[in-house]
C-alpha cells in the first residue's frame, strides 16, 4: 500500500514525493507517462553529447532564498546570468529594450536621463492597465511595442496582446539603463550537472518508486493508495466536463552544428520575420566546452503537449469552474503549473509544492492530535522528521 500516487515527475511532483517521503516518512510511488523524470525542465546528453533542454530553454532564477536552499540540497550551481537579443530591422539588440536597445535601432547616443524623457514622450498614458498591450504601450509607445511585442505574442500566443491579460508582457520589463539581462533575480544559476542529475537526486529515496512511461489512469484502480497528487492539466483530470482548458503548445526543432558557435547570445528572439519566436544555443547556458554546437527553434502551436496556461478573463472564469471541482475532491490534491492553471516559472512551482507539503503535514499533524486526543492514546502520532520550515513564499506573478 502507498501512502501517495503522484502523478506526474516534474517539479511540482517531484518535490512533493521528495517531501512526503523524506520528511514524513510516507511510501511513495510517483509515475509520468513520459520516459522520463524532470517534466519539461528535463535535460539529456544528445547524440553529439551536448546537454540540450529537450522541451525549450530552463534558466533558473529565484528571489526566494528557501527555494534556492531547498534545490541546493540536490545539486550544486553553476552561476549563470541570462542574455537574450531580438532581431529587429536586421539589426540584433537588447531585450528586455533598454538604452542600448534604443540608440542602436535609432542610432542615438542617449543618456540614460535622455532615455527616460525618449519613453515618456513616446508612451501613450492608459487609465487602467488592463491587457499585454496596455502594458507595453503604456511605458514604450506603440511603435516599439509593435517591433517587439505585437508580433512575437501573437505568435507565441495565437492571441492579440490586447486580449491577454497584462500580466503576460509584465513579466519583460523596460529599462532605462544598459543592464542586459533578462532576469535580475537575487539568485541566477544552472543546476551544474543539470536538472534531470538533480531530480535523480531529490528521488533517490528508498520510500520513493518511479514509473515511467506509465499513464496513472492505466494503472489507478491497480494500484492500492491512500491519497493522490496530480499535477497534470486539471481539465483532462475531470474529463473536460467544462469544455477544454486552452493550453499554448509548442514543436521544438533542435538541431547541431559542426561549428563551435552558432549565434552571438544565449537565446534570440525573432518577433516578426520568422515562424518560430526564439533561438537557444544550449552551450551558453550549460557553460559545456565542444567543437560543435547544439541549438533549438520553439515553434508555437495550438495542439499539442500543454505546456503554458493562457492567461486571460475566458480562461480564468473557466478555470475556477474546474477550481470549484477541485475544492470538492478528497483525497486528491492538485499541484503546478498545468494543474493549478498558472503560468508559474519553476521555482514559484517549487515554492507552490513546498507550501502544499507544508498543509499537508500540518494537516496531518492535527489529524493526529485530534485523533490522539479523542482516544486517549499517545502513540498514535508519527512526529515529522524533516519539515521544512516554509513560510508562504511571495507567490509572485514575475520574479524578475
Ligand atoms: P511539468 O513539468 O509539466 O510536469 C507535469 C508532468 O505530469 C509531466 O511530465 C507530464 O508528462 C505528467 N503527466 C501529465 N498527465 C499525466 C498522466 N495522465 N499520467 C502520468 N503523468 C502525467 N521556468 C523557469 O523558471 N525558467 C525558464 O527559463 C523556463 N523556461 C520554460 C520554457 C518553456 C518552453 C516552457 C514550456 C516552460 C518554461 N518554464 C521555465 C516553466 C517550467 O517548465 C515550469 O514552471 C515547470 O516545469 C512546471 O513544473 P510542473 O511539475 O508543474 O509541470
Ligand atoms: N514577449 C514579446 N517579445 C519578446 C519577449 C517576450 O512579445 O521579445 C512577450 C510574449 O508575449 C511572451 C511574454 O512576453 O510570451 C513573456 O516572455 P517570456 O520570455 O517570459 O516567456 P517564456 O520564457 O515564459 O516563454
Not at 532564477?61 to 537579443?85: D, G, I
Amino acid at each position: 500500500m502507498f501512502d501517495y500516487l503522484i502523478v506526474g515527475a516534474g517539479f511540482a511532483g517531484s518535490v512533493l514525493a521528495e517531501r512526503l517521503a523524506a520528511g514524513s516518512d510516507k511510501k511513495v510511488l510517483i509515475c509520468d507517462k513520459r520516459s522520463h523524470i524532470g517534466g519539461n525542465a528535463y535535460d539529456h546528453y544528445n547524440e553529439a553529447g551536448i546537454l540540450v533542454h529537450k522541451y525549450g530553454p530552463h534558466i533558473f532564477h529565484t528571489n526566494s532564498r528557501e527555494v534556492f536552499e531547498y534545490l541546493s540540497r540536490f545539486t550544486q550551481w553553476r552561476p549563470y546570468q541570462h542574455r537574450v537579443r531580438a532581431s529587429v530591422d536586421g539589426q540584433i539588440v537588447p531585450i528586455p529594450i533598454n538604452l542600448d536597445t534604443i540608440n542602436s535601432l535609432y542610432g542615438l547616443s542617449l543618456t540614460s536621463f535622455e532615455v527616460e524623457d525618449f519613453f515618456k514622450k513616446v508612451a501613450e498614458p492608459c487609465a487602467q492597465i488592463r491587457t499585454s498591450e496596455d502594458v507595453v504601450v503604456s511605458k514604450v509607445g506603440r511603435e516599439l511595442y509593435e517591433k517587439f511585442f505585437r508580433n512575437y505574442t501573437r505568435k507565441q500566443w495565437g492571441l492579440d496582446p490586447s486580449e491577454l491579460d497584462a500580466s503576460v508582457t509584465s513579466r519583460v520589463p523596460t529599462r532605462t539603463n544598459r543592464d542586459d539581462r533578462y532576469f535580475t533575480d537575487t539568485y541566477q544559476s544552472m543546476p551544474l550537472h543539470g536538472y534531470t542529475r538533480m531530480f535523480e537526486r531529490m528521488l533517490d529515496h528508498p520510500n520513493i518508486k518511479v514509473l515511467l512511461n506509465c499513464d496513472y489512469r492505466d494503472v489507478e484502480k491497480d494500484i492500492p493508495f491512500r491519497e493522490m497528487i496530480y499535477t497534470g492539466p486539471v481539465d483532462t483530470y475531470f474529463d473536460f466536463c467544462y469544455g477544454k482548458l486552452p493550453y499554448r503548445s509548442l514543436e521544438f526543432k533542435h538541431e547541431t552544428h559542426d561549428q563551435s558557435a552558432f549565434q552571438s547570445a544565449p537565446v534570440v528572439n525573432y518577433p516578426n520575420e520568422q515562424s518560430y519566436t526564439r533561438v537557444t544555443e544550449f552551450k551558453y547556458l550549460t557553460g559545456q566546452e565542444h567543437p560543435r554546437t547544439s541549438i533549438v527553434y520553439e515553434f508555437p502551436k495550438a495542439e499539442g503537449d500543454p505546456y503554458y496556461p493562457v492567461p486571460r478573463k475566458e480562461n480564468s472564469a473557466i478555470y475556477a469552474k474546474y477550481k470549484a471541482l477541485v475544492d470538492g475532491t478528497r483525497g486528491v490534491t492538485f499541484v503546478g503549473r498545468l494543474a493549478t492553471y498558472k503560468y508559474y516559472n519553476m521555482d514559484q512551482i517549487v515554492a507552490q509544492a513546498l507550501t502544499t507539503y507544508g498543509k499537508i503535514a500540518g494537516m496531518k499533524r492535527l489529524e493526529a492530535t485530534l485523533h490522539n486526543n479523542g482516544n486517549g492514546n499517545g502513540n498514535g502520532h508519527k512526529p515529522e522528521s524533516d519539515p521544512v520550515a516554509f513560510s508562504g513564499l511571495a507567490m509572485t506573478a514575475a520574479t524578475h
